[in-house]
């Protein structure tokens, strides 16, 4: 019980310092963002907010300017569930790529996501 408040207080104190901390995301022009934008909607990012791989895969996010969904797997039991239930475990951050006609990919793994998105986007 104590070490989940100690990891519980850490962790929302470094989502703090996170936003706080954060430099403006990448520019670019509004037709080339809105293309971005329109490519991120097949994507949600399943995270704990005070999970810090989860922070440091956001942290990638903002930095590259991408409007990724997320979805909270730790307090909203619909996202948990398909996090379980579609992509076989409750591991977090987890991101799931959506493309038509193609079966979603659950990518886990902070480092792999973000190595996925910076080809992609960077």
């Known amino acids: ?7 519980n207080t850490l962790g929302y104190s470094i989502a703090a310092v996170d936003i706080m901390t954060r430099l403006p995301g990448k520019k670019r022009s509004a037709t080339e963002q809105a ?3 329109a490519e991120t909607r097949q994507l949600a990012l399943y995270q704990f907010t005070a999970c810090p ?3 440091k895969t956001r942290r990638a996010i903002h930095k590259l300017g991408l409007a990724i969904e997320t979805r ?49 986007f960077g």
């Open 1 to 7: 019980m104590l070490l989940k408040v100690v990891r």
């Open 35 to 37: 293309q971005v934008d």
């Open 53 to 55: 791989f989860c922070i």
């Open 72 to 120: 909270d797997a730790m307090n909203d039991a619909q996202s948990r569930s398909e996090l379980e239930q579609q992509g076989g475990k409750v591991k977090v951050p987890c991101l799931r790529i959506s493309e038509a006609g193609k079966p979603d990919v659950w990518m886990y793994e902070s480092g792999d996501i973000i190595s996925y998105l910076q080809q992609r």
